[in-house]
């Protein structure tokens, strides 16, 4: 895949996005709807850590200090396409006098760069993106309500009602399986505890493959127990201390149709 494919394939997500219209821009497309400018690569191989560069990282976190912006970070390689929130905290930095001048063209010319490596660990991809996104859809047309995605250090959504008053957040969690196969329910302590601080309704949404089970944090009761994933490279919370939520009458179910 090149850029402009990928470009191209990105709109399905962000209908308004505009190509940059300089040749050497520090961000390959903006969306005006979402406030996000977005930096795009190509990558001919797979790579558990993926480089970006310190200028355009200071780029895009500098418009998102200065208007609001967020910042992304899309990279596609032979294994799916990868996308980092900019607003994370990232590693060190690292000065290389033999990198190579160009990414994805023939120039073999060498140049000093600044770079850190991003694990593949802190990116979502943008299947896991979609599939989110459709399950906080799916929840607030119950209401006819609406939605806006919070920063990667906060919990997913605020919750709006048809009035556009807040009245709630929500943490959506991705669950590879169909609604009976689901239980038990996972979720990470820390997110929990970050979206009960938020008090207002604090709601979990479990996004399955043929729909979404939900639940308002009080009323459900589980176990907390250590678990996670199998640790990736790179990664420092796949294993980590969780809330496991076994079937009970406060959970509620939508089909997708």
């Given at each position: 895949m090149n850029e402009?494919?990928?470009?191209?394939?990105?709109?399905?997500?962000?209908?308004?996005?505009?190509?940059?219209?300089e040749e050497t821009s520090r961000y390959d497309?903006?969306?005006?709807?979402?406030?996000?400018?977005?930096?795009?690569?190509?990558?001919?191989?797979?790579?558990?850590?993926?480089?970006?560069?310190k200028g355009k990282y200071n780029y895009?976190?500098?418009?998102?200090?200065?208007?609001?912006?967020?910042?992304?970070y899309i990279n596609s390689t032979p294994k799916g396409i990868y996308c980092f929130d900019l607003r994370q905290e990232v590693g060190d930095w690292i000065t290389d006098k033999r990198m190579p001048k160009q990414t994805d063209f023939e120039n073999n010319n060498r140049i000093q760069k600044t770079y850190c490596l991003l694990p593949l660990s802190q990116a979502i991809t943008i299947s896991d993106m979609e599939k989110k996104k459709k399950a906080i859809?799916?929840?607030?047309?119950?209401?006819?309500?609406?939605?806006?995605?919070?920063?990667?250090n906060d919990v997913d959504y605020k919750v709006f009602d048809k009035d556009n008053s807040l009245v709630a957040y929500a943490e959506v969690k991705d669950r590879t399986c169909v609604l009976s196969q689901a239980y038990p329910l996972p979720i990470a302590i820390p997110k929990l505890v970050k979206l009960c601080d938020k008090r207002l309704?604090?709601?979990?949404?479990w996004a399955c493959d043929d729909g979404i089970i939900y639940a308002k944090v009080k009323d459900i009761y589980g176990d907390i127990r250590w678990g996670g994933r199998k640790p990736r490279k790179g990664a420092v919370n796949d294993e980590e201390l969780m809330a496991y939520y076994d079937k009970q009458r406060a959970f509620k179910y939508i089909r997708y149709s």
């Open positions: 402009q494919k990928l470009f191209q394939y990105l709109k399905k997500y962000w209908v308004d996005l505009e190509g940059s219209k497309c903006y969306s005006k709807s979402t406030n996000t400018r977005i930096e795009l690569k190509c990558r001919r191989k797979h790579y558990d850590t993926l480089i970006i560069e895009l976190l500098g418009r998102h200090k200065n208007h609001g912006e967020i910042p992304l859809k799916k929840f607030v047309d119950v209401f006819g309500g609406s939605f806006k995605k919070l920063g990667a309704n604090p709601v979990v949404i």
